[in-house]
């Protein structure tokens, strides 16, 4: 067997070998890295040419990694780490924050935390660019590990953790309260808190059944109401949900994020039967913890949430409040009939 020369070993390659045991298929790592997927092909088969060993095997129709290749990604993820603290050190060498990062959030927290903190960046260090993109952390926080974004945003709901990601250090930005949104001559818009067990015979409004929200608010329907929502209109996008309550379509539980009560027509209260809620995280990669555009992008980020307000109307401070569990009969607030 001949000797391998390192020199050999080009890290573009490497990222392709890489992004193929993340993905599955060369067609995944040619969209994602906005390659053709016979250019992913070919840097492949010369990167097995150069090593000299097998990296890749074919099973039936899908292209997987070898023994070897598993272990030559694992030194790769060292190898590209590394390379990330030497661009750290260097920056923080450089004395001044700059640099372009890519910022991945999901869509409420667009509004009242992502575009004031990008503003007061931007204030603070015009060098830094920031691309933003919105996107569900199902999809963003798999992209941050691999390096394709540099921080997601994401949403962690009450006794429903999100996987863990070792290579992902998590900051707590805020913690946001999720309310009821109702039309404003619904009979229960007269009071100052709204028990779920009075909503059972609305017409109700729900994300999508797949996203953790959706879930959040079945569940709270069936533990806390004792009723199955009856869903009339199904929308991810918050503002539709939002137009649809204020159209006198229905009910819905929103994050005190969305801030639905901007909307004269629509009534936001608090949860009377449990203190159901969310936390907002930023994630990066530890190996760029240290980079100052990180920091200065996240620091901002924090600075917002902290100063987030809980939705009008809302007697729910949004502190460090140690979020309640889903259950029967659970009861911040008395039942109101």
Request: with cysteine; hydrophobic share 45%; aromatic share 4%.
């Amino acid at each position: 067997m001949r000797k391998l020369n390192l020199t050999m070993l080009d890290v573009r390659k490497l990222v392709l070998l890489r992004e193929l045991r993340a993905r599955g298929t060369i067609g995944a790592v040619a969209e994602a890295l906005a390659y053709t997927p016979s250019a992913v092909s070919q840097q492949l088969a010369q990167l097995q040419r150069e090593t000299g060993v097998a990296l890749t095997e074919r099973v039936g129709r899908r292209l997987r990694l070898t023994d070897a290749g598993v272990r030559l990604v694992e030194h790769a993820d060292v190898l590209l780490g590394r390379l990330e603290e030497a661009e750290a050190e260097l920056q923080n060498a450089a004395g001044e924050v700059h640099g372009r990062l890519k910022l991945a959030s999901l869509q409420t927290p667009l509004l009242s935390l992502v575009a004031p903190a990008l503003e007061l960046l931007q204030h603070r260090h015009p060098h830094v660019r920031v691309e933003l993109f919105e996107m569900e952390p199902e999809r963003s926080l798999p992209a941050v590990v691999l390096g394709e974004y540099d921080i997601a945003l994401a949403e962690e709901y009450t006794d429903m953790p999100r996987r863990r990601y070792p290579e992902l250090e998590r900051t707590e930005l805020c913690r946001d309260p999720i309310v009821v949104a109702l039309p404003r001559d619904h009979p229960a818009a007269a009071r100052s808190v709204v028990s779920l067990r009075d909503l059972g015979d609305d017409a109700w409004l729900s994300a999508y059944a797949d996203t953790q929200f959706a879930q959040t608010q079945l569940r709270a329907c069936r533990l806390i109401g004792d009723f199955e929502p009856d869903v009339r209109h199904w929308a991810n996008d918050t503002a539709i949900l939002i137009a649809l309550v204020a159209a006198g379509q229905g009910v819905v539980l929103l994050p005190g994020l969305a801030r639905a009560e901007h909307d004269e027509r629509i009534a936001v209260r608090p949860i009377a039967d449990a203190d159901l809620g969310r936390t907002i995280y930023a994630l990066n990669r530890l190996t760029a913890t240290t980079r100052p555009s990180i920091r200065a992008l996240i620091g901002a980020l924090r600075e917002i949430g902290q100063t987030a307000l809980p939705p009008a109307g809302s007697s729910q401070p949004q502190g460090n409040r140690r979020a309640r569990a889903l259950r029967p009969g659970a009861s911040t607030y008395p039942s109101h009939t």
